[in-house]
């Protein structure tokens, strides 16, 4: 396996979603993820984009936000190293939920629609986990809106 492909792989088994997978399908994600550099304050993707796949932040951090038609932003979550975004728009066909932005100098790994979803249909257990992940998330976001009643998330 080439050197790049084995640091992908190394990345790779530090996400929560890849985690306990078997070094085949690590190696399957890692000959497909597609490294890709940012500047800080460099626009990812931004909400309501179609979805091309997910990503992986193997150094640097990113911002994950919403904007308010006023044009205020509302900060979802500072990631970094180890985290993915993105799961849900890759399994349920939509668009970018939220926009990501570069905090400081990043590099993300990305990963394809098609090949992730190919990886769930051949490995089942990898969608259970992102279902935990994202299920998690929504968890923490509903016990957020909870606590700050100004915030209204949509129902429906």
Same mark, same amino acid.
């Given at each position: 396996?080439?050197?790049?492909? @084995?640091? !992908? #792989?190394?990345?790779?088994?530090?996400?929560? =979603?890849?985690? $306990?997978?078997?070094?085949?399908?690590?190696?399957? /994600? +890692?000959?497909?993820?597609?490294?890709?550099? *940012?500047? +800080? #304050?460099?626009? @990812? %993707?931004?909400?309501?984009?179609?979805?091309?796949? /997910? *990503? !992986?932040?193997?150094? $640097?951090? @990113?911002? =994950?936000?919403?904007?308010?038609?006023?044009?205020?932003?509302?900060?979802?979550?500072?990631?970094?190293? $180890?985290?993915?975004?993105?799961?849900?728009? @890759? %399994?349920?066909?939509?668009? *970018?939920?939220?926009?990501?932005? +570069? !905090?400081?100098?990043?590099?993300?790994?990305?990963?394809?629609?098609?090949?992730?979803? #190919? /990886?769930?249909?051949?490995?089942?257990?990898?969608?259970?986990?992102?279902?935990?992940?994202?299920? #998690?998330?929504?968890?923490?976001?509903?016990?957020?809106?909870?606590?700050?009643?100004?915030?209204?998330? +949509?129902?429906?």
């Amino acid at each position: 396996m080439p050197e790049a492909t @084995v640091n !992908v #792989g190394q990345t790779l088994t530090k996400v929560q =979603i890849f985690s $306990g997978l078997a070094e085949n399908e690590l190696v399957f /994600l +890692a000959q497909r993820a597609v490294p890709r550099h *940012y500047s +800080a #304050g460099e626009i @990812v %993707f931004s909400e309501g984009e179609p979805c091309s796949g /997910l *990503y !992986v932040v193997e150094s $640097g951090h @990113v911002r =994950i936000f919403k904007s308010s038609s006023g044009g205020r932003e509302h900060v979802l979550s500072v990631d970094g190293p $180890g985290s993915s975004i993105a799961e849900l728009p @890759v %399994f349920d066909g939509g668009n *970018y939920p939220a926009s990501v932005a +570069a !905090v400081d100098e990043a590099t993300l790994l990305f990963i394809s629609k098609q090949d992730f979803q #190919g /990886l769930c249909l051949a490995h089942p257990q990898v969608a259970l986990k992102v279902l935990r992940v994202v299920g #998690g998330r929504l968890r923490r976001w509903w016990e957020l809106s909870r606590s700050f009643p100004s915030l209204r998330f +949509a129902t429906g």
